[in-house]
Structures are given as structure tokens and as C-alpha cells.
């Protein structure tokens, strides 16, 4: 079928006619007309039918929304348990730094003030060495001037002495082990005798104190200094925790509850000024 070939051009430009008109219309009575109640006739029959497709479609945009953000909210809740989880190991710890710094505050207090004597603090870092049940090793040695036969104290009391030394390492004898002792005195009354070990547990003996002595349970017993150089004289060692034996024994039998707790050491101070140097001056 043949088709005339300007029906199209006169198409065209019909419409285009058309729409300058109306364009035209829609400037000049933009506060109202036919056109303007047009277009308001539209909105006021789409608006229900956008509100109703927004009401439907924004739920589940939001849920797809909140899906993105369930794996962020989960990594921000493992972050938080996991931060009051160490916050709760460092409040459970803060009692032992306590104790180890108030024990580590004595010890320096104790440095200081002790007759004035050159000494060394050392952390204690095992227990229980060769031969000996009761002994410790400390991490300080030779390079820190500690020699063997050197008094070891703490703020408590005698400790024990040192029975060998590394470079940077010492093992020390503590008092309470059977194979150590120390020349003691009843304080106040001057009594003297010899304080030895009876292991853990035990408590320490007072031996050789006459019958006729006056010693009674709660007198002090300290270090007399009588031992060649090993302990100065004054280190407290206990208190007498019993007395007993007869005159037929020839001495009492003084039982002597220790000032230091074996069991619990954390640190150790080594007198620099006992052993062999300490032996040279009373020479």
C-alpha cells in the first residue's frame, strides 16, 4: 500500500504546534486555568496510590537496611564483650598488684632505712632448689655485688642467707629449712641461743637458753650477731610462741613463731655489707 511521504512532516509538525501551545497556556495561567486543575486532579489520584506503595515498600527496605546492619552491630557487641571482659581480669588482678606493690614499698622502705647498710631488692623467681625443700632463687647475682653468706631479710623479718650466687642469679638458704640457723637473743632480756629450721610448717627452735631464764611466750627474738659475719645483730627473727622442758633437760625448749611467711615471698633484700665483708669489720 502506498503511504504519501509528507504525512509524517505534517505529523510532526502538529505536535510540535500542540505543545508550544500548551506550554504557552501553562505559563500564563499557572495560578489556575485548565491546565493547573489538571494537573491537581493527578496528584489528588496518584498521591493515595504513592502513599499506599510507600507504606507497602518502605518496611521492607528497612528490614533489607537493618540485614546490611545486623553484621556491624554483631562485630560492635563482640568488641564490647570482649572489652569488659579484660576489664574484668584487670579489676579480678588488682588485689595481688596491690599486695606486690605494698610488699615492694616495705622492702624499699627497709633498704633505705636498715643501719644504713648498701643493699639489693630482688624479685623472687622459684622455690623448692636441689637439695634444699626450702630455699629460693632470686634474680640478682654477682654483677649486683651478691657474694654467698649474705644475709637475705624482708620487711618482716630474716629470711635466710645466700648459699650461692650466678652472674645474674642467687639461691638462698631460708631459715625455716632443717639445715639453717642463726645466732639469736631474747630481746630485752639477752638471752642467747640458737634459732634453727624445722621445715614448713614448723615453727622455729630456740636452742641452748638456760633453765633459770626468764624468757616468756610473746618476748622477741632477733639476730645477735654472732655468726661470724653472716647476720648483723637486731634482724627480728620471731616471738616466742611456747616454752617448755625441765631442769633435767639442762635447757628450755623455746619454740619461735616466725615473722616472715615463707610461703609468700615476693621479694628479697640482700645486706651487701654481711657475709665475709661484714666478718672482716667485727675482726
Do not use: C
Not at 500542540?18 to 501553562?26: E, G
Not at 631464764?213 to 610473746?218: E, L, P
Amino acid at each position: 500500500m502506498y503511504r504519501r511521504a509528507g504525512r509524517g512532516r505534517v505529523l510532526l509538525l502538529a505536535f510540535v504546534a500542540i505543545s508550544i501551545v500548551v506550554v504557552t497556556l501553562d505559563f500564563r495561567q499557572s495560578s489556575g486555568g485548565p491546565l493547573k486543575r489538571a494537573k491537581d486532579l493527578a496528584v489528588t489520584v496518584v498521591a493515595p496510590v504513592q502513599r499506599g506503595f510507600t507504606s507497602v515498600t518502605r518496611p521492607v527496605g528497612d528490614f533489607f537496611s537493618s540485614v546490611a546492619n545486623l553484621a556491624n552491630l554483631r562485630g560492635e557487641n563482640e568488641r564490647l564483650e570482649q572489652a569488659l571482659d579484660q576489664a574484668q581480669a584487670d579489676a579480678d588482678g588488682l588485689p595481688a598488684i596491690e599486695d606486690e606493690n605494698e610488699e615492694l614499698r616495705a622492702q624499699l622502705d627497709l633498704e633505705n632505712s636498715w643501719r644504713t647498710m648498701e643493699a639489693v631488692t630482688a624479685t623472687v623467681i622459684s622455690s623448692n632448689i636441689a637439695n634444699y625443700k626450702w630455699a629460693i632463687v632470686i634474680g640478682k647475682g654477682r654483677s649486683d655485688g651478691i657474694k654467698p653468706d649474705m644475709a637475705a631479710i624482708n620487711s618482716d623479718g630474716l629470711v635466710g642467707k645466700v648459699l650461692r650466687s650466678g652472674p645474674h642469679y642467687a639461691t638462698v638458704l631460708l631459715l625455716v629449712d632443717p639445715a639453717a640457723a642463726a645466732a639469736a637473743k631474747v630481746d630485752g632480756i639477752g638471752d642467747g641461743g640458737l634459732v634453727e629450721g624445722n621445715g614448713g610448717g614448723e615453727m622455729l627452735s630456740l636452742s641452748f637458753i638456760d633453765t633459770d631464764s626468764s624468757v616468756a611466750v610473746g618476748d622477741e627474738v632477733v639476730t645477735s650477731g654472732l655468726d661470724g659475719g653472716v647476720f648483723p645483730p637486731g634482724v627480728q627473727i620471731g616471738s616466742v610462741a611456747e616454752v617448755g622442758g625441765s631442769d633435767a633437760a639442762g635447757e628450755l625448749q623455746v619454740a619461735v613463731e616466725s615473722a616472715v611467711d615463707f610461703k609468700a615471698l615476693l621479694f628479697v633484700t640482700v645486706l651487701l655489707e654481711t657475709g665475709d665483708r661484714l666478718g672482716a669489720e667485727a675482726r
